[in-house]
């Protein structure tokens, strides 16, 4: 029986979030067992990939996917083994699903515990965040059978009334909670009653179809949410996490809470800080219906000068895999369409290509889309090339541009709101816990 590594990815211009070096990667049962000098000689192992010429980064860690989603009458038409398959062809090796429940009836433990039970599909790690919805006498014992579980990260959403939204009693106690138990609240931010009668003037007069979605939902009742939800943070002393913001104002106020001392970070989506609001006039503007939605040109410039500075701290693809049959079922009301996008496997050449377009480095993107998000969600052994991290690994070549075809990716989807574009930094080889998921010849 041989006893030599299982794998060693050789002349490796390894990058963290904090340097890099030059290194032959040994990885043996699926962990990192040495950082070898690439001035020494390769060791032997039963496979080698050479990566002279590349970059190699930890395996990216989305942390907000949603997969097999039902929401209202509608649920996202993916399963984790297709979730997980097109999570890897885009070089992320952790994805991090949500249990929420899909009616009153179900509870916040049973919608973790079915999702627990989905996720075994799975071919790349999972993780799951919970959800609550309304509060009972139930939720402090259910939230602590959840941290049993292994989940610490409690979703709630401001808005969506009538399915998903919880109001703010339930918040403030749901904070509570995740102070007891060392946990993080994740926050979507959205005044609703801004939200609900700006909608309904528009419905009123006649603009509440697809292309007046940025109307409906504007920047003001993103940022008066964020203010509110900071409030009660700092009232409770709990950490929070705001997810997918999509203005400079959103991320700036949640930096001059951290000066203050609250624990709160800022995550943001590839969409933000690439498209803006003239795609509600282009020939498909079902493609880009999503809460928020896409902003003015100077609201997405200023947002991925956040990004690039670091105020922004993490990337994740808020993906929802919905079909354009789905979407385009009532395009004439956003308020009975779904919204949400495909992009758990754009997430590395888009999250690339815009960070090193404001003047990131590689470090910084790393950071963004590997480290922090397993570093603030707590997931163990992920995020980093070291001596005893999992080999989640992908040789990545920064240089790669290819140009995004949305019939040719693998999200169990028909269109990409990214389709037609140019994007550069793709994976090469992608290892998983150790093994060789996707390689050069795919």
Not at 55 to 78: E, K, M, S, Y
Not at 288 to 317: D, N, Q, W, Y
Request: glycine share 8%; with cysteine.
């Amino acid at each position: 029986m041989s006893h030599q590594p299982d794998l060693v990815i050789a002349n490796a211009t390894v990058v963290n979030s904090y340097g890099r070096q030059e290194a032959h990667i040994v990885v043996h049962h699926g962990k990192i067992t040495q950082l070898v000098d690439a001035a020494q000689p390769v060791p032997p192992s039963d496979q080698t990939i050479d990566a002279t010429g590349k970059l190699v980064i930890p395996g990216g860690v989305d942390g907000h996917c949603h997969v097999a989603q039902v929401t209202g009458r509608f649920r996202t038409l993916d399963d984790y083994r297709t979730t997980s398959t097109a999570a890897l062809w885009g070089g992320t090796t952790t994805i991090i699903d949500f249990g929420i429940p899909r009616d009153a009836q179900e509870t916040p433990l049973a919608a973790v515990l079915h999702k627990k039970e989905l996720a075994t599909q799975s071919r790349c790690d999972v993780a799951l965040h919970g959800a609550v919805i309304s509060w009972d006498e139930t939720v402090p014992w259910q939230l602590e059978q959840l941290a049993a579980e292994g989940v610490r990260s409690v979703k709630m959403y401001t808005t969506n009334r009538g399915t998903t939204m919880a109001d703010g009693d339930t918040i403030l106690k749901v904070m509570r909670e995740m102070v007891r138990l060392d946990g993080l609240a994740y926050i979507h931010a959205e005044h609703d009653p801004i939200i609900a009668d700006c909608t309904e003037q528009h419905a009123q007069d006649g603009r509440i179809g697809i292309e007046h979605l940025h109307r409906t939902r504007p920047e003001l009742a993103e940022e008066i949410s964020v203010k509110e939800t900071l409030a009660m943070a700092e009232y409770t002393g709990a950490p929070v996490y705001f997810v997918h913001q999509s203005t400079p104002g959103a991320v700036d106020l949640v930096s001059q809470a951290r000066e203050s001392g609250i624990e709160a970070y800022s995550e943001t989506c590839p969409h933000y800080v690439t498209l803006d609001d003239s795609v509600y006039a282009s020939t498909f503007p079902e493609w880009f219906a999503c809460c928020p939605p896409m902003r003015c040109t100077e609201t997405v410039a200023a947002l991925k000068e956040r990004l690039a500075s670091g105020a922004i701290h993490t990337m994740s693809s808020d993906h929802s895999c919905y079909d354009l049959s789905q979407k385009r079922e009532r395009t004439d009301d956003v308020r009975a369409m779904p919204h949400g996008l495909p992009g758990v496997e754009t997430r590395m050449p888009v999250t690339f290509t815009a960070m090193t377009s404001a003047g990131a480095s590689v470090e910084q993107f790393v950071s963004a889309f590997a480290t922090e998000p397993a570093r603030i969600n707590a997931v163990p052994g992920k995020g980093r090339i070291a001596e005893g991290f999992d080999a989640d690994l992908v040789v990545f070549d920064p240089d790669e541009e290819r140009t995004v075809d949305g019939a040719a990716l693998h999200m169990g989807t028909d269109f990409s709101p990214f389709d037609g574009k140019a994007l550069t930094g793709w994976p090469a080889v992608v290892v998983s816990n150790g093994r060789v998921v996707l390689d050069a010849d795919g």
